[in-house]
C-alpha cells in the first residue's frame, strides 16, 4: 500500500523557520512530480510549491524567495524549508507524489496526511 509520510510542522513565531519533510512508502515504479499545498480555516487548499523530478521548481508568488522545495528520488522524499514565517502562513500544510506503481500501471496521485503549521508569537 503506498503511503506519503509527513513529518515537521508545529509551532513558530514570526520570523522563523521550519523543514517539512515527505517521503513516499510502498512498493512503487516511480515517482514522477511532487509538491506541497496547504489549507488555511475558511479557505480553499492552494499549491504552495512544486518539483519535477529532473528538479525543476514552481512557488506561489507569496513564499517566493522564502520556502524552498527540494527532493530525494534515492528516498522518495519531497522536502519544504520554510524561512522568515508569517502568521498568514498558517496552515495544513499536504505533500503529494503523482507516480506509478508498477511499470504498465497508469500515474495516480497520492496525498499525505497533512501536517499543521501556525505561525504565533
Known amino acids: 500500500q503506498v503511503q506519503l509520510v509527513e513529518s515537521g510542522g508545529g509551532l513558530v513565531q514570526p520570523g522563523g523557520s521550519l523543514s517539512l519533510s515527505c517521503a513516499v512508502s510502498?512498493?512503487?515504479?516511480?515517482?514522477?512530480?511532487m509538491g506541497w499545498y496547504r489549507q488555511a480555516p475558511g479557505k480553499q487548499r492552494e499549491l504552495v510549491a512544486s518539483i519535477s523530478r529532473g528538479g525543476s521548481t514552481m512557488y506561489v508568488d507569496s513564499v517566493k524567495g522564502r520556502f524552498t522545495i527540494s527532493r530525494d528520488n534515492s528516498k522518495n522524499t519531497v522536502y519544504l524549508q520554510m524561512n522568515s514565517l508569517k502568521p498568514e502562513d498558517t496552515a495544513v500544510y499536504f505533500c503529494?507524489?503523482?507516480?506509478?506503481?508498477?511499470?504498465?500501471?497508469?500515474?495516480?496521485?497520492?496525498w499525505g496526511q497533512g501536517t499543521q503549521v501556525t505561525v504565533s508569537s
Open positions: 510502498g512498493s512503487i515504479f516511480s515517482v514522477y512530480g
Open positions: 503529494n507524489a503523482y507516480l506509478r506503481i508498477t511499470d504498465g500501471s497508469s500515474g495516480s496521485t497520492y
